[in-house]
């Protein structure tokens, strides 16, 4: 099964940034891109990073964004914690959106990534057929998550 790796490296209330990997079933990275989620607000529904931890991945189909999308399962009173494209933090609701390069787009002082919708697109290539898979959360400059 592959896993995907989330390192956490910056946060504040609003947004939160870090590096993901995707490594395959013996542990050798086969896809990389910068994560952006948002801020950590005491895991609250839609305005909320997911907390650290391993949950396991699942694709499944989208009614609001009507594709086939990985979803995080098992997130502490939540639901609907996707991998969807996002430039902005504020154009997330608990989900992770993932990009090719940080920029501040729209001028408003925090980094975006750009780039979503092909680095997502991406993301998904590397999977194949694979419908399962598992994803680890962690930090490593004490976000507070």
């Known amino acids: ?3 995907i790796k989330i390192v956490r490296d910056w946060q504040d209330e609003n947004q939160t940034l870090g590096k993901s ?3 395959d079933e013996n542990n050798k ?7 952006l989620e948002r801020g950590w607000r005491n ?9 650290l931890g391993r949950y396991p991945v699942v694709l499944e189909w989208s009614p609001r964004f ?12 939540r639901l609907e914690c996707k991998f969807h494209s996002a430039n902005y933090w504020f154009e997330l609701n608990g989900c992770i959106s993932l990009g090719r390069t940080l920029a501040d787009i729209n001028k408003d002082g925090y980094n ?8 997502l697109n991406a993301f998904h290539k590397v999977f ?9 959360i962690t930090d490593n400059k004490g ?3």
């Open 1 to 3: 099964m592959k896993t």
């Open 21 to 23: 990997t995707v490594y």
């Open 29 to 35: 990275p086969i896809f990389s891109a910068i994560s």
């Open 43 to 51: 895991n609250m529904n839609n305005i909320s990073c997911v907390p």
């Open 66 to 77: 009507q594709k086939d999308l990985w979803e995080l399962k098992n997130v502490p009173n």
């Open 112 to 119: 975006d990534v750009t780039s979503s919708k092909s680095t």
């Open 128 to 136: 194949g057929d694979d419908r399962r898979a598992e994803v680890l």
């Open 143 to 145: 976000c507070k998550c």
